[in-house]
C-alpha cells in the first residue's frame, strides 16, 4: 500500500493528457490506497498539485477549499476555454496566446530575439530594416526590373546585384516567410536558405506543366513547397548551358533537412501564354526533379485548368460505389470467428458499483452508450455477477470513448497468452523494400471482433444508467 500511495503522490499530468484523462488515472490508482474518508480531499489535492497548466492551477489555488467536484469542472472548463480560444485564434490567423504551461505542449515556430530592430537583417523586398519580412507592405508589388510581385526594384535580389553591405554579423532570426526563409549569419555574408519540399523523383502524382526557357520548352514540376525554381545538371547541359552561371549564396535545403549543392544562377527568359518575362533560375549540381518555385508562379499566370490532376473524381467515385458494402455507414463485424477468454476458474466473480461522472461529460457520455446500443455494440441487462466500472476518454472530435475499466475485474484472474511483441526495427526490416503502402482505419476496430456467448457476462460495464454487456 506504501508503494502504491508512493506513485499516486509523484503522478503529475502528462503532456497528452486532457484534465479529465488525469483524474481518470488518478482514480485508477487510488483503488489500491485505501485512502478511505480522505479519498475525495487526497484527490483533489494530488489533482491540483500535479496539473500541467499554470493559470488552471492558479485559479484552483485561489478558490477557498473548494471541492473534488468542483475542482474538476473549473480546470474542464478552462481547458476547453483555451483550447476553443486557441482553434479561433487559428481560424483567425491571429497568434496563439497560449500560457505557459498549458496541457498541452506547444511548438513555437519563431523565436523572437529581444533586440528587437538591432541586428535584423534588411527586408529584400525593399531594403528596410525597420519591420520583419513578412509585414513589409511591398510584399504585393510588382517589380519594375524584373516583373516579379514581392519585392520593388531598389531591392531587386538578381544574381547581379551585388549583396547589401554592412548587414548584421550576429545569428539573425529565422523567419518562415511565403517567399524565402532568411537563414542566420554565422561570420559571413547572410545568404538565402530556401526550402525544398519535392525531394521525390517525378511520377504519376506530380502536377507538370511547359514553359519556354530561353527558346527551349521545358517540363516543371509544380511544387508550391519550394521557395525558388530550379533545373538539374543534366537539364543545365542538354538544353540551357548557352548561358553563363553565376556564383551563387543561395542554400537549398530538403524538407528532411539535407542540403543540395547548387552550380550557380542567372536571370533567363520565360515565356508562357503570351508572357515574355526575365526571372531567376538555379541549377543544381545533380539530376533531381525540375521544380516550378513560388518566385515563379508568383509571376507567371499559369493555365491551371490543362495542368495534369492528381487523380479524377471519377475513379474515387467508381471505386466507392464498387465497394460499397466497406463503406457503408456503421460498425461491422469480423465473420467467421468469435473471441473467448481463459479466466480462471477458481477466480470469484468481481462487482464494481458505478462510478461518479463528470457533470460536463455526461451528456457526451449519455450519447456514446446510447450509440453503442444502437449499433448492437452493448445490451442492458439487469442482473450479473460481473461488473465493471467505466472510463470516459474524450476524443478530438468531442466525442467520449467508452471504456471498461478490466484492471479492477477480470484482467487480473485472465490466464494470458504470451506473445513477443515485434520491435520497430524488426517491422522497418519486414517493410523494406515497399514501394505501395495502404493505410487502413477500422473504426471501433476492437468492437468489430465478436465475444462468445458465455464470456459476455465478464465483460460487463457499471455505468449511471445501468449495466450493459
Not at 511544387?223 to 525558388?228: F, H, I, L, M, Q
Not at 477458481?346 to 450509440?371: C, M, N, Q, V, W
Request: proline share 4%; hydrophobic share 35%.
Amino acid at each position: 500500500m506504501i508503494a502504491e500511495r508512493f506513485k499516486f503522490q509523484q503522478r503529475t499530468q502528462r503532456a497528452d493528457e486532457s484534465v479529465t484523462e488525469y483524474m481518470a488515472q488518478l482514480r485508477r490508482m487510488t483503488e489500491h490506497c485505501k485512502f478511505g474518508d480522505q479519498l475525495d480531499d487526497t484527490l483533489r489535492d494530488r489533482f491540483v498539485a500535479g496539473i500541467r497548466s499554470v493559470a488552471i492551477q492558479r485559479k484552483l489555488l485561489s478558490q477557498d477549499n473548494p471541492s473534488l467536484a468542483d475542482a474538476l469542472a473549473t480546470a474542464q472548463g478552462m481547458e476547453a476555454a483555451e483550447n476553443q480560444s486557441g482553434q479561433l485564434r487559428q481560424a483567425t490567423g491571429l497568434p496563439n496566446a497560449s500560457s505557459e504551461g498549458t496541457s498541452r505542449d506547444v511548438h513555437a515556430l519563431m523565436k523572437k530575439s529581444n533586440g528587437a530592430k538591432q541586428g535584423m537583417k534588411a527586408c529584400y523586398r525593399c531594403g528596410d530594416k525597420n519591420y520583419r519580412v513578412d509585414k513589409c507592405f511591398h510584399k504585393t508589388k510588382v517589380c519594375n526590373k524584373c516583373n516579379c510581385m514581392g519585392h520593388i526594384a531598389k531591392a531587386w535580389r538578381s544574381s547581379m546585384a551585388k549583396k547589401s553591405e554592412g548587414q548584421s554579423k550576429e545569428k539573425s532570426t529565422h523567419y518562415v516567410d511565403d517567399h524565402l526563409e532568411e537563414a542566420s549569419g554565422d561570420g559571413e555574408t547572410s545568404d538565402e536558405s530556401c526550402m525544398i519540399y519535392a525531394i521525390t523523383k517525378k511520377g504519376d502524382g506530380s502536377c507538370v506543366t511547359s514553359l519556354t526557357v530561353n527558346g527551349t520548352d521545358v517540363s516543371f514540376e509544380i511544387d508550391t513547397g519550394s521557395a525558388v525554381t530550379i533545373v538539374s545538371r543534366r537539364v543545365w547541359a542538354r538544353d540551357l548551358g548557352k548561358m553563363s552561371l553565376s556564383k551563387s549564396k543561395v542554400q537549398l535545403t530538403t524538407i528532411t533537412g539535407e542540403s543540395v549543392k547548387v552550380m550557380g544562377e542567372c536571370v533567363i527568359r520565360v515565356q508562357h501564354n503570351h508572357q515574355d518575362l526575365s526571372l531567376p533560375l538555379l541549377a543544381m549540381d545533380n539530376n533531381g526533379p525540375l521544380l516550378l518555385g513560388r518566385n515563379w508562379l508568383s509571376c507567371v499566370k499559369i493555365d491551371w485548368p490543362h495542368v495534369n490532376r492528381v487523380a479524377s473524381v471519377d475513379q474515387l467515385q467508381q471505386l466507392l460505389t464498387k465497394y460499397e458494402d466497406l463503406f457503408k455507414p456503421g460498425i461491422g463485424s469480423l465473420k467467421g470467428y468469435s473471441a473467448s477468454l481463459a479466466v480462471d476458474p477458481k477466480a470469484p466473480p468481481r462487482f464494481h458499483t458505478a462510478r461518479g461522472i463528470p457533470y460536463a461529460l455526461k451528456e457526451s457520455i449519455d450519447e456514446a452508450l446510447e450509440r453503442m446500443k444502437r449499433l448492437g455494440i452493448i445490451e442492458h441487462v439487469g442482473t450479473t455477477e460481473w461488473a465493471s466500472p467505466i472510463v470516459p476518454v474524450p476524443k478530438a472530435d468531442g466525442r467520449v470513448r467508452i471504456c471498461g475499466d478490466f484492471q479492477v475485474t477480470i484482467n487480473p484472474v485472465l490466464e494470458v497468452e504470451q506473445y513477443p511483441l515485434p520491435r520497430p526495427e524488426d517491422l522497418f526490416a519486414t517493410l523494406s523494400g515497399g514501394q505501395q503502402f495502404s493505410k487502413l482505419d477500422l473504426e471501433c476496430a476492437y468492437v468489430q471482433v465478436e465475444l462468445d456467448e458465455k464470456f459476455r457476462s465478464s465483460v460487463t460495464i457499471n455505468t449511471h444508467k445501468g449495466l450493459f454487456r
